[in-house]
């Protein structure tokens, strides 16, 4: 059992696309899964959220306890200090958005209220997901499903090298699915191929 997990800004902009219900339930799906380990029973855009949301925590949760792992044994966690830096001037970059870590409770029930405004979803802060490229905005909740419907297994994946490519080549997408679609078929997608998560 965990105490606490990271929550990605990535996270908050998929979920961000559905209805207050289904937040509701893809919050507290995401916690339960990340501190308890328990597997969540959604359908529709929740589910496909949380198939998106999965590999992150898996592997967050794998270094952990690999983190844990070492310190039974005595073995210290982190990058050794460098000797550059001093607690009077410590070596950071001020136009860095720093990550933030949300620590839930146990015992309090999550929920969102989430407005559907321009400043609610992507821009601005080096957020790595800009609103124009925002292939989740773009699809919202039915487009996500459709992709999910023919690639159930790298939907995900999919998505994330979709919108790093309309993001390097600064490409409007009109038809967002059919882009999706488009992109899979010519470079041969394999919805069952290894994909390693970062």
Not at 43 to 48: D, V
Not at 72 to 99: A, D, F, Q, S
Not at 112 to 140: H, P, R
Not at 155 to 174: N, R
Request: include cysteine.
């Amino acid at each position: 059992m965990r105490e606490s997990f990271v929550f990605y800004e990535s996270f908050y902009l998929a979920i961000a696309e559905l209805s207050a219900s289904q937040q509701a339930k893809i919050y507290t799906a995401i916690c339960r899964y990340a501190l308890y380990g328990e597997e969540p029973e959604l359908k529709g855009a929740s589910a496909a959220v949380f198939r998106l949301v999965k590999p992150q925590i898996d592997a967050n949760n794998r270094r952990y306890e690999n983190g844990k792992k070492g310190a039974e044994h005595g073995v210290k966690g982190g990058r050794p200090k460098n000797p550059k830096e001093t607690p009077n001037k410590p070596l950071t970059n001020p136009t860095k958005t720093p990550n933030v870590t949300v620590h839930v409770p146990v015992n309090v029930p999550v929920t969102a209220n989430v407005t559907d405004n321009d400043n609610a979803v992507g821009g601005g802060g080096g957020s790595g997901f800009d609103d124009e490229f925002n292939i989740w905005k773009m699809l919202g909740a039915d487009g996500i499903d459709q992709i999910y419907d023919v690639y159930p297994d790298s939907g995900g994946f999919l998505l994330q090298e979709v919108y790093e490519d309309i993001k390097a080549k600064k490409k409007k997408v009109k038809s967002p699915v059919a882009y999706v679609l488009g992109y899979a078929k010519n470079v041969g997608w394999d919805d069952k191929a290894e994909r390693e998560v970062i």
